[in-house]
């Protein structure tokens, strides 16, 4: 006990603090309690429903849960970025639960495709109108702290590039233009220009600061035949999941509502969805260097119907 309080006294004097002021504060400071710490209360007050029907909340909540996991996800991608001195185990460790937190998603997304009323969904979707998941910023952040912009531009869009594009010029041919832009016309979807009136210019900025140090430009070297399988099956797997495996859960969970008896609702984002959501047409991968030639050419096309 002593000890404990020498290096308290230590660690305030090193402050050039007086140690009995804060010593003395602990005296009245109040007992932590879980509802404080883990803010229940807040949390469970975030749920604001546009409708009556009761299934809208589990669409919300689960949205949340979502958030929370690529909060999780943006955690661990954080600090692989910022130790460029990280060792290839805690390197590895981390990217681990990276894929853990990706499973969890993939796994619970049978919550939204199985766990509500199809009619009902049906109805209180058309009240949240033009918002869209297509507007969570969070998964677009994740994608420029694990890969280059480049990689975000699918095969038929690769051609429009101009040469040397700039970072911001490259944003107006990454896949996610897919889901609003008319090319023809250069107009936007009004879910689209929502978005970017929000989000782009901190886009932009994020993915200057991740040029040279995103998780692609780290290991930009390793091959798919490296010695250090474990590392590049960790990279393989999370590419896997985050690039095929979520999507097409999600596509199969849109398909499910939109498409059941082969109508083809609108999207609330108002996206050609059954097209823009496969991720054999998105060709999203943020380690190229990890797969063959054969391998990419395939990308998901066992899934295409
Ligand atoms: C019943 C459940 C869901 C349905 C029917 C659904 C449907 C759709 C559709 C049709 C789109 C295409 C864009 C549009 O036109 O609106 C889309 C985009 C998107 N949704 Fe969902 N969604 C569901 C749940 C979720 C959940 C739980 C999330 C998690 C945050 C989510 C995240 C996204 C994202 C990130 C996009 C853009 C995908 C991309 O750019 O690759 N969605 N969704």
Redesign the pocket.
């Given at each position: 006990m002593q000890d404990t309080i020498d290096k308290i006294i230590e660690k305030y004097k090193a402050m050039n603090q007086d140690p009995e002021i804060y010593l003395k504060g602990l005296l009245h400071a109040k007992p932590i309690n879980y509802w404080d710490y883990i803010e229940v209360d807040t949390l469970l007050s975030l749920q604001k429903p546009k409708t009556n029907f009761a299934d809208e909340e589990i669409?919300i909540i689960?949205?949340q849960i979502?958030?929370l996991m690529l909060k999780l996800i943006r955690n661990e991608v954080d600090q692989i970025i910022a130790d460029v001195h990280l060792s290839m185990d805690i390197f590895i460790d981390k990217m681990e639960r990276i894929n853990r937190y990706t499973g969890l998603l993939i796994n619970s997304f049978s919550i939204?495709s199985e766990g509500?009323d199809y009619d009902d969904?049906n109805q209180f979707r058309l009240s949240l109108t033009p918002a869209?998941?297509?507007q969570?910023v969070s998964?677009r952040y994740i994608e420029l702290c694990f890969t280059d912009i480049a990689n975000l531009v699918n095969g038929p869009t690769k051609k429009m590039v101009p040469e040397n594009a700039s970072i911001e010029e490259m944003f107006n041919y990454v896949y996610?233009q897919e889901?609003g832009l008319n090319r023809q016309t250069g107009e936007k979807s009004l879910?689209l220009q929502h978005f970017e009136d929000k989000y782009l210019q901190d886009l932009i900025r994020h993915a200057y600061a991740m040029k040279d140090v995103n998780v692609y430009t780290r290991i930009s070297t390793l091959q798919s035949d490296d010695s250090n399988k474990r590392l590049v099956e960790t990279l393989r797997k999370f590419d896997r999941l985050y690039n095929i495996k979520w999507?097409l859960v999600?596509l199969s969970?849109?398909q499910a509502?939109?498409n059941k008896k082969g109508e083809n609702k609108k999207?609330?984002?108002?996206?050609d969805?059954q097209k823009?959501?496969h991720p054999a047409f998105?060709q999203r991968k943020f380690f190229p260097n990890l797969w063959s030639s054969e391998e990419k050419d395939n990308w998901a096309k066992e899934y295409l119907s």
């Open positions: 669409f689960y949205h979502t958030e939204m509500m969904y869209s998941g297509l969570s998964f996610w889901a879910t999507p999600h969970t849109a509502y939109l999207a609330t984002g108002g996206s969805w823009y959501l998105q």
